[in-house]
């Protein structure tokens, strides 16, 4: 996608996606904080056009994989709740 803006159901699905992926996590301190920076990030570039919005659309992209990736690590090797988790 180098160059094309993506199309706003793109970014909204892309935006679903990172926000599924981080509600994967075991941990409550990675799953929100995932949740919160995707807001942040999505709320950010939501007045972004032309090739900004194609650079952030394909740094979406690759945080997505990455989230993805830690997040399987993370349920792989999860502890105990957290003391937030458990009120």
């Known amino acids: 996608m180098s160059g094309t ?3 706003r159901s793109a970014c909204l699905a892309l935006y679903k996606n990172v926000r599924r992926a981080g509600l994967q996590f075991k941990d409550f ?3 929100e904080y995932v949740v919160r920076r995707a807001r942040e990030r999505f709320e950010a570039g939501r007045a972004a056009t032309g090739a900004d919005a194609a650079r952030l659309y394909e740094k979406g992209i ?3 994989q990455v989230v993805r990736r830690q997040s399987t690590l993370n349920r792989m090797y999860a502890h105990g709740r ?5 009120m």
Not at 82 to 86: H, I, L, M, S
Request: cysteine-free; aromatic content about 8%; hydrophobic content about 30%.
């Open 62 to 64: 690759e945080d997505l």
């Open 29 to 31: 301190n990675f799953r």
């Open 82 to 86: 957290n003391v937030a988790e458990t």
């Open 5 to 7: 803006p993506p199309t």
